[in-house]
């Protein structure tokens, strides 16, 4: 029987991949959501009755819940929840401004647990399906211009680790997708940026920031290999779900580094730690 997917974010960037693939599947039916349906045309070439566009900000939690019903209605339920709507914010963490940080976490933190909320219910009585988080490397490894979406992400990381502990026992498998840069619009229209004031102090945003700016276009990662391996991960690979999925050789790269050196702090110092509790 086809499996249905419900994925935020679909007018662009891995959204858009992994939607064109799922439409092309017959083992599928797809719910393909975005905050303005006309940038989902794309699909209509492969739509023999399985697919289902809907509008969805996923700050709006009507929007929420409107999408959430009518995927149930047309297709009976929801296997996999592909949370992948998101955007960034360059900046110091000096300047970084509330009302851009604001609306990132509302995007990128509430708006996914807000959508994940709305689907538990539905795959905690079936008890089965599959809950996709897009976080990112920079969600196991802070990068300098990036402080405030890397916080998002650690958030992410720090929901989706501790909810798939919770949801286990009920068949319910989260995945999350930890990307390092591919060639999508998120550093460019998907970006709020802020230019920092003090380029003599800040030397390192401002290298980071023009280096992403450089890179636009030829970042290394494909986000077609991307929607590739998630699909793939899902459909073949159920059995051994990874709550971890990093993809990109410099996610590879920058998570291993941190990690490593979070161990080392941790080795270099546990006796004292052990210290610190009653004796
Ligand atoms: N590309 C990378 O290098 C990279 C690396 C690691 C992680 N990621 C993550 O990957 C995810 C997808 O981004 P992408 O790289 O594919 O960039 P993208 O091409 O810019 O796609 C971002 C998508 O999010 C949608 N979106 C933004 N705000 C939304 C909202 N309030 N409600 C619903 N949809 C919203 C955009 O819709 P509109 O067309 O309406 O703006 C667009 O479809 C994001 O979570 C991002 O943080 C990206």
Same mark, same amino acid.
């Given at each position: 029987?086809?499996?249905?997917?419900?994925?935020?974010?679909?007018?662009?960037?891995?959204?858009?991949?992994?939607?064109?693939?799922?439409?092309?599947?017959?083992?599928?039916?797809?719910?393909?959501?975005?905050?303005?349906?006309?940038?989902?045309?794309?699909?209509?070439?492969?739509?023999?009755?399985?697919?289902?566009?809907?509008?969805?900000?996923?700050?709006?939690?009507?929007?929420?819940?409107?999408?959430?019903?009518?995927?149930? %209605?047309?297709?009976?339920?929801?296997?996999?929840?592909?949370?992948?709507?998101?955007?960034?914010?360059?900046?110091?963490?000096?300047?970084?401004?509330?009302?851009?940080?604001?609306?990132?976490?509302?995007?990128?933190?509430?708006?996914?647990?807000?959508?994940?909320?709305?689907?538990?219910?539905?795959? #905690?009585?079936?008890?089965?399906?599959?809950?996709?988080?897009?976080?990112?490397?920079?969600?196991?490894?802070?990068?300098?211009?990036?402080?405030?979406?890397?916080?998002?992400?650690?958030?992410?990381?720090?929901?989706?680790?501790?909810?798939?502990?919770?949801?286990?026992?009920?068949?319910?498998?989260?995945?999350?997708?930890?990307?390092?840069?591919? #060639?999508?619009?998120?550093?460019? #229209?998907?970006?709020?940026?802020?230019?920092?004031?003090?380029?003599?102090?800040?030397?390192?945003?401002?290298?980071?920031?023009?280096?992403?700016?450089?890179?636009?276009?030829?970042?290394?990662?494909?986000?077609?290999?991307?929607?590739?391996?998630?699909?793939?991960?899902?459909?073949?690979?159920?059995?051994?779900?990874?709550?971890?999925?990093?993809?990109?050789?410099?996610?590879?790269?920058?998570?291993?580094?941190?990690?490593?050196?979070?161990?080392?702090?941790?080795? %270099?110092?546990?006796?004292?730690?052990?210290?610190?509790?009653?004796?």
């Amino acid at each position: 029987m086809a499996k249905t997917w419900l994925v935020t974010g679909t007018s662009s960037g891995f959204g858009k991949e992994l939607a064109t693939l799922l439409a092309k599947s017959p083992e599928v039916n797809l719910v393909a959501t975005a905050r303005r349906t006309e940038k989902l045309d794309y699909l209509d070439q492969y739509d023999h009755g399985q697919i289902l566009k809907l509008k969805l900000d996923t700050t709006d939690d009507d929007d929420i819940q409107n999408a959430v019903n009518e995927a149930v %209605k047309k297709f009976g339920t929801i296997d996999v929840l592909d949370n992948n709507a998101g955007l960034g914010y360059f900046s110091t963490f000096e300047e970084a401004q509330d009302v851009d940080v604001k609306h990132m976490f509302d995007v990128n933190v509430f708006g996914l647990a807000h959508m994940t909320q709305a689907v538990l219910p539905i795959m #905690r009585k079936q008890k089965s399906g599959v809950i996709i988080g897009l976080s990112s490397v920079c969600g196991l490894a802070g990068v300098p211009s990036l402080s405030f979406y890397c916080a998002t992400k650690f958030a992410v990381e720090g929901m989706y680790q501790t909810l798939s502990a919770e949801v286990a026992e009920d068949g319910i498998k989260v995945m999350l997708v930890e990307p390092s840069a591919f #060639r999508t619009d998120w550093s460019g #229209r998907s970006s709020n940026k802020t230019n920092t004031a003090y380029p003599d102090d800040y030397k390192l945003v401002k290298e980071s920031m023009e280096a992403t700016e450089k890179g636009q276009g030829k970042e290394a990662g494909d986000p077609k290999k991307a929607a590739k391996a998630i699909y793939e991960q899902v459909t073949d690979n159920f059995d051994h779900l990874p709550l971890h999925l990093p993809l990109g050789a410099a996610a590879v790269q920058g998570a291993t580094a941190n990690l490593k050196s979070i161990l080392s702090d941790i080795d %270099k110092y546990s006796d004292l730690a052990k210290d610190a509790d009653f004796k």
